[in-house]
C-alpha cells in the first residue's frame, strides 16, 4: 500500500506508485532525467498503424489497451496535420512521411496521455 497514490484499476490493468528516492532514468533522446517518487509521470503510449492506399489517401489505426480504433483514410495533408498534433515516439512527422514514399506500410508509437501524480504538501 502506498499511502499517497493508492492501488487503482487503469485499463484493465493496476498502476501503482513505488516508493524511491532520486534516480537517474534513461530517456528514448539520449539524455537521463532524475525522478524520485513524488515527482513520478505516467504515460500511455497507443500504436498507430498507417497504411498507404494511393499516393494522397492513408488508413490509419490507432490500437490501445488491446481496441483498435479506425481514425478513417485521410489525405497526405490530414495525415501531416494529425502527426503534428501528436507526440510521436523515436520518430518525427517527416520521417513517416518520408517512409510511407518508400514502404507502403508503417508501425510507430506514440504518447496517448500524460498523467502526472500529485504530490500533497506535507
Do not use: H
Not at 44 to 63: H, R, Y
Not at 97 to 105: G, K, Y
Request: charged residues 15%; contains cysteine.
Amino acid at each position: 500500500m502506498f499511502p499517497r497514490l493508492p492501488v487503482t484499476p487503469y485499463a484493465g490493468q493496476r498502476v501503482v506508485r513505488p516508493g524511491f528516492s532520486s534516480l537517474s532514468v534513461p530517456c528514448a533522446c539520449g539524455r537521463r532525467f532524475q525522478a524520485d517518487g513524488d515527482n513520478l509521470v505516467f504515460v500511455t503510449i497507443a500504436s498507430l498503424s498507417i497504411q498507404q492506399l494511393s499516393p494522397d489517401a492513408f488508413a490509419v489505426e490507432q490500437s490501445y489497451g488491446g481496441v483498435k480504433t479506425e481514425l478513417g483514410p485521410m489525405s497526405e495533408t490530414e495525415l501531416w496535420t494529425y502527426l503534428n498534433s501528436r507526440t510521436l515516439i523515436d520518430i518525427i512527422p517527416s520521417q513517416v512521411v518520408t517512409f510511407l514514399n518508400v514502404s507502403n506500410a508503417l508501425d510507430l508509437d506514440m504518447i496517448l496521455s500524460v498523467v502526472r501524480s500529485s504530490v500533497s504538501d506535507s
